[in-house]
Every structure is written in C-alpha cells, then in structure tokens.
Nanobody
C-alpha cells in the first residue's frame, strides 16, 4: 500500500507565497511522474504542474512564471512553490504520483488534498 501525504496549505494574501509539500510512503519500487492538481468549488479538478523522474516540468498556463514544481527522487517527495498568488488560485490542491509498488503493480495515487485560501 502506498500513500501520499500533503502539507503546507493555508491562508495567504493576494500576492503572497506558499509552499506545498507531498511525501509518498509505503511499498514503493519507483515513481514516474509526480505533480499537483487543484479543484476550486464548483469546478473540475485541473492540472497545475507535473514533473517527470528526469526533471522535466509542465505547467498550466495560468501559473507559468509564478509556480515552481520540484522533487527529491531519493525521498519520494514533490514540492510546489507558489508565488504571486491570486484569488483565483484558491482551491484544494492535490498531490498525484504514478507509482510502481514493490509487488510490481502500478497505480495513480492521490493525496487527501490541502486547502489554499487566497484572501485579503
């Protein structure tokens, strides 16, 4: 069994910064892509940023230049540095990872979500 645990959400003023972290634990053999998605009330879950095991990144157009995704391969963690946050960035942020377990099974895993509120 594998698990993703997020941390770092909270309340921030417009223009402020937050850093989200996510750790994958359990019977992990290897992790391919990791990333972050978000879901605002009444909207569908959308991609924010992803990073491959080789370090290639992909960002939603709405966050390019403001958000940075990074990962630590050895520690099975992925972070999201969010700068210049806008009110429309308020959402529940979810960590995601494409994990191969030690038993050989591969699964897309989701964290429980962490709330980000952007308000003055």
């Amino acid at each position: 069994q594998v698990q993703l645990v997020e941390s770092g959400g909270g309340l921030v003023r417009p223009g402020g910064s937050l850093r989200l972290s996510c750790a994958a634990t359990g019977s992990i053999f290897t992790i391919y892509d990791m990333g972050w998605y978000r879901q605002a009330p009444g909207k569908q879950r959308e991609l924010v940023a992803t990073i491959t095991s080789g370090g290639s990144t992909n960002y939603a157009d709405s966050v390019k230049g403001r958000f940075t995704v990074s990962r630590n391969i050895a520690e099975n963690t992925v972070d999201l540095q969010m700068n210049s946050l806008k009110p429309e960035g308020a959402a529940v942020y979810y960590c995601n990872a494409d994990i191969v377990r030690v038993d050989g099974a591969q699964e897309w895993c989701w964290g429980q979500g962490t709330q980000v509120t952007v308000s003055s």
